[in-house]
């Protein structure tokens, strides 16, 4: 069945049938060396040849879609993998919930969905253009390994939105999959269109606070776009989401270790005092907490505005669907309901209801930050097992953001509004100054690449990938 298997014969790898529509063929084909060019110049830095350990698709089945080997790079055969369709599939909420879900973009619809794709799209190649850098300073052939496997699969996301937009956009579309490869995270002139992609990544512990906290922000976008009535677009993210779920185990186990690390130290050491701790070479925890806060807000965001009429458009057309939409137990119209979001009276942060269908971006954050707190007190619990009784806490959802009610207000972690100057004073209790980050660089100043060996700052992973030894050679150089 020609979704299942995925054809590795043609110039670009797809289980979409491209030969059969020569002219979107030729397009993608001349979009083709214009990534490789942004690869070559964008993507991690001097990793031109290396023969890395990685996983590529071979099927879009659940099971076993999965195939490792070494592949040089950049030989990663990047291409376009949609989940095959569901029959009879419906737009499953909104006004047009019960029409037979959309093959083709509705007129109507053809602008708004061109953005959401294009503001999706933007955020997969900025990741990999954060990150280039990181190769130079890896703990270990396994992370190493790592980080290129999440790179890889970034610049396929970003495929897998080219092909939308060239297949169902025209010559719009054709300017937007260029401009994608044309704005640069962190760019003065030409900057990734969100803030959080915009910020640099510019150490492991950032890197993998970024992957625990920002990929899953990545996760909930495309959830919440898999529920989409536009069904070429939810087939889209629904196998994104497969690579997906790699970036955050990267990630939380990546926070995990280190955080490990540091808490066993502390505790043969008998030591609790930061400047103790940095002395023997480990990040203290409180550094960790700083990072952690700074990433956690960041990440907030970009869910939007607590209130938003955009989010609530979306919804009611039936493009972007709630957290687990058809899992929910209600009538997904919502046009009686109500949700709390927060807003600042006086020095105090309240909630108030509002329509739900204006919430909607509040209601997915909510969401995130339920599964984001599960894994930190998978961390806590690994600095319990210690005896060290330091803890992580998530700070308050008003803390440090630029987007929303709150914005504009200084808020602690612990939900307080305070003036500049109470904010001032204690901003880098909070936040990583910028004294926390050269301490943080300067234990990452080279790359460990011993197969089996791991810096001093991070404890080795429980297993290696695919069963694959942690001796495993995961990079070769040569
Ligand atoms: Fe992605
Ligand atoms: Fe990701």
Not at 243 to 251: I, K, Q, R, S
Not at 309 to 328: C, M, P, V, W
Not at 455 to 475: D, F, K, M, S
Request: overall charge negative; glycine content about 8%; some cysteine.
């Amino acid at each position: 069945m020609a979704f299942d298997r995925i054809g590795y014969i043609d110039k670009i790898p797809n289980n979409v049938d491209l030969g059969r529509d020569r002219v979107l063929q030729r397009a993608l084909e001349h979009w083709q060396p214009a990534y490789m060019g942004w690869w070559y110049e964008m993507g991690p830095a001097e990793s031109h040849d290396l023969q890395v350990y990685l996983r590529t698709a071979v099927s879009v089945n659940p099971e076993g879609w999965a195939h490792f080997d070494y592949v040089k790079m950049p030989d990663y055969r990047w291409g376009i993998f949609l989940v095959p369709p569901t029959p009879e599939r419906q737009v499953n909420f909104g006004v047009n919930k019960g029409q037979p879900a959309w093959q083709e973009i509705p007129g109507e619809f053809r602008s708004t969905l061109r953005r959401i794709i294009v503001t999706q799209g933007d955020t997969e190649p900025a990741s990999v253009e954060q990150q280039r850098m990181l190769g130079f300073s890896c703990p270990s052939l396994y992370d190493l390994r790592n980080i290129f496997q999440v790179n890889v699969e970034e610049g396929r996301h970003l495929w897998a939105m080219v092909y939308l937009l060239h297949r169902y956009f025209g010559r719009d579309g054709r300017e937007e999959a260029e401009s994608l490869l044309e704005r640069h995270s962190g760019d003065a002139d030409n900057p990734r269109i969100l803030g959080a992609f915009n910020e640099p990544t510019p150490d492991w512990l950032a890197f993998f606070m970024f992957t625990f906290f920002t990929d899953r922000d990545g996760k909930y976008q495309l959830s919440a776009l898999a529920e989409s009535g536009f069904d070429p677009l939810a087939r889209t993210c629904r196998f994104m989401l497969t690579e997906e779920a790699h970036h955050m185990f990267v990630g939380e186990t990546g926070v995990g270790r280190i955080v490990q690390r540091t808490a066993e130290v502390m505790a043969e050491h008998k030591l609790d005092d930061p400047d103790h701790v940095r002395a023997l070479g480990v990040i203290d925890l409180q550094t960790i907490q700083r990072y952690l806060n700074f990433h956690y807000s960041v990440t907030l965001d970009l869910f939007g505005s607590d209130v938003s009429s955009n989010a609530a458009a979306y919804y009611t057309t039936g493009l972007k669907g709630r957290f687990r939409e058809t899992k929910i137990d209600d009538n997904h119209v919502l046009t009686d309901d109500t949700y709390e979001v927060s807003e600042v009276a006086g020095d105090q942060i309240v909630t108030t209801a509002v329509p739900a269908l204006t919430a909607l971006n509040e209601r997915l954050r909510d969401d995130y930050i339920r599964e984001v707190q599960s894994g930190v007190d998978r961390w806590n619990r690994s600095i319990a097992k210690t005896g060290i009784a330091f803890r992580l806490t998530l700070p308050h959802k008003g803390f440090h953001r630029a987007i929303g009610n709150v914005a504009g207000h200084h808020v602690s972690p612990d939900g307080r509004v305070l003036t500049e100057t109470a904010w001032k004073k204690s901003e880098y209790k909070w936040l990583p100054s910028p004294e926390d980050h050269a301490f943080v660089l300067s234990l990452m100043t080279g790359r460990v690449v011993d197969p089996g060996r791991f810096a001093n700052w991070i404890a080795p992973p429980r297993a290696g990938i695919n069963n694959q030894p942690l001796t495993c050679e995961y990079v070769r150089f040569n």
